[in-house]
């Protein structure tokens, strides 16, 4: 195990440098330039080349990718040309809100998809079983910016209950009751994304519940209780446990289009914005994050399944 983990540790090296390379020169493709769009529609010629030679995009690409490396391997992915602050810093002051979003949103995939997936297994084409498909297909199929926008229209506007936009830091005023800003956010993500866990709870469920070892644990006389959670979800858990940490991981990389529709200051939303203001060290430097997010995710599930499920097994 040990050997394994150091073979994928390094593994992730020439991944990141990959992903490096493709975001780099993906941004370049992006039409626009930093110059133009932080002059305007007004600026001559003149005064767009001057700018392009002092942010140093006047250079060959590939000179301006191998000073990026060299920077990138010293821990410096360079400054924000929109906010004029180093990049590094600049996303670390959105985390707050993309973390504590994607958590309150991970509590509510959990109580809303285990229970209804596990529900819908223990009883399979009933009316709570149909009802269950209903409201799963309702979840896949609504678009989120729509929902949200349904979402706040209801609890915002309407009752005024919760705040239509914007987040107040918890970590910097002590104050918990500034959840409220992440509660219609975190509902609108949960609703689609326990969806899918929930589905695939029923999936994993109704398989091992008609496995010869189930029916031996109830001819024991076990209560159901028991062989549904301790017999059954046990060993339906490795799929479920995929789904439940690579959600958390695209929740944790950002979600731009909720971010967007409640103006959260997160990581999704500086994404976007940088995309539309052509910043090219900040899209790079969060395409990297989110791709090392979910390397290091995937390497923290095989080594959970080897943990929960001792029949796996890597070689040394």
Known sequence: MTAYIIKRVLAILPTLFFVLAISFFAVRFIPGDPASVLLGDMATTQQVERLKAELGLDRPVLVQ????????????????????????????????????????????????????????????????????????????????????????????????????????????????????????????????????????TRASMLEVLGEDYVSTARSKGLRERTVVLKHAFRNAAIPILTIVLFTFAGLLAGTAITETVFALPGIGLLLVQSVMQRDYPCIQAVMVVVAFLYLFISLVTDITYALLDPRIHYGE
């Open 65 to 200: 990718f191998g000073k990026y490396i060299v920077r990138v391997f010293q821990g410096d992915f360079g400054q924000s040309i929109i906010y004029h602050l180093p990049v590094g810093r600049l996303i670390w002051s959105r985390t707050e809100t993309t973390a504590s979003l994607a958590v309150f949103t991970m509590v509510i995939i959990l109580c809303l998809g285990l229970p209804a997936g596990v529900l819908a297994a223990v009883k399979p084409n009933t009316l709570l079983d149909q009802s269950f498909l209903v409201i799963v297909l309702c979840g896949a199929s609504f678009p989120t910016f729509w929902f949200g926008l349904l979402v706040m229209m209801a609890f915002a506007v309407a009752l005024r209950w919760f705040p239509t936009s914007g987040f107040v830091s918890i970590l910097g005023t002590g104050n918990l009751a500034n959840l409220r800003y992440l509660v219609l956010p975190a509902v609108t993500l949960g609703f689609s994304n326990s969806a899918l866990l929930a589905r695939m």
